[in-house]
């Protein structure tokens, strides 16, 4: 999402580091959406792989769509959400031109659209699969009972549900979201991991007190285990049996491959509940 930044060419040459950087350490998946940074991330991200021939096959590239902004295509329209079939297909060719491939990996509904017609995206996904276009579906922040309905008319499985779910956010271990994800063997990915423990999350859940005790017991286990805060809450997250993929957004290289180390790390059925008890209290 940040990978354009304000579209400088300092910014650019950032980007490539950081990419070099994922590759390098053994990252092979790469989340995108058509509104990120007005489309430049995946601009930059095609140019990327064309510099490096041969890289993308063993990548694996994600694209989002379905967020609509404020005035377009006509000024005083409102920002929206379209799960249409002619936004859907207009959302991925223009992804696929951008990124200069010919297939997305996976395409995942970007926000809940009310309007959704699941039967019309059902259709709209198997169309896409058939030209070849896109390889496997999936949706991003839809609650149980939104991915049930739109699974309910598709012939094939959703693969992924991409939610909020950090320390700060913790509501899909309580609203059926994981179970829902262990159930149907979807891949449940995390997007801001690190909220609320590392860094200010996206709105504040948590009270000063809460925010204060899941700092110190972070920090208390990042001595424990002598690695930095980051580590900690991402084995936190990948100790869950859901099998949680975090999608990390740094730019900046140390960053990028601490948290490739956070796998490796061996993290105690124990700490993981201190973590847990430190955001709501001891767990009956």
Not at 36 to 54: M, N, S, T, V
Not at 70 to 80: E, I, L
Not at 154 to 174: A, G
Request: hydrophobic share 40%; glycine share 8%; aromatic share 8%.
């Amino acid at each position: 999402m940040r990978l354009a930044g304000d579209g400088s060419e300092a910014t650019r040459s950032r980007a490539y580091q950081a990419l070099d950087t994922a590759i390098e350490s053994g990252i092979n998946h790469f989340d995108h959406a058509d509104i990120y940074g007005q489309g430049r991330c995946e601009e930059w991200f095609g140019d990327f792989l064309r510099a490096h021939p041969g890289l993308r096959d063993q990548l694996i590239i994600t694209s989002k769509c379905g967020i609509r902004m404020a005035d377009q295509p006509q000024v005083g329209d409102p920002q929206r959400y379209d799960f249409s079939r002619a936004h859907i297909l207009r959302s991925v060719e223009g992804s696929l031109s951008r990124l200069g491939v010919e297939r997305l990996d996976c395409l995942l509904l970007h926000r809940p659209d009310f309007l959704m017609d699941p039967d019309e995206v059902a259709a709209t996904f198997e169309h896409l699969h058939a030209q070849g276009q896109v390889a496997f579906f999936g949706v991003s922040n839809f609650t149980p009972d939104q991915v049930e309905l739109l699974q309910s008319s598709c012939s094939f499985p959703l693969m992924v549900n991409q939610v909020e779910f950090n320390l700060n956010r913790i509501d899909p271990l309580y609203d059926g979201t994981l179970s829902q994800c262990m159930r149907r063997r979807i891949t449940c990915q995390s997007w801001s991991p690190l909220a609320g423990a590392c860094y200010a999350p996206w709105q504040m859940r948590m009270t000063e007190a809460q925010a204060n005790d899941v700092r110190q017991e972070t920090e208390r286990q990042a001595q424990q285990y002598g690695v930095g805060p980051d580590q900690v809450v991402l084995a936190w997250l990948l100790a869950h049996p859901a099998r949680i993929a975090p999608v990390i957004g740094t730019l900046t290289p140390e960053r990028i491959r601490a948290a490739v180390g956070a796998v490796d790390l061996t993290y105690g059925r124990e700490d993981w509940y201190r973590l847990l008890a430190a955001r709501v209290g001891p767990v009956a």
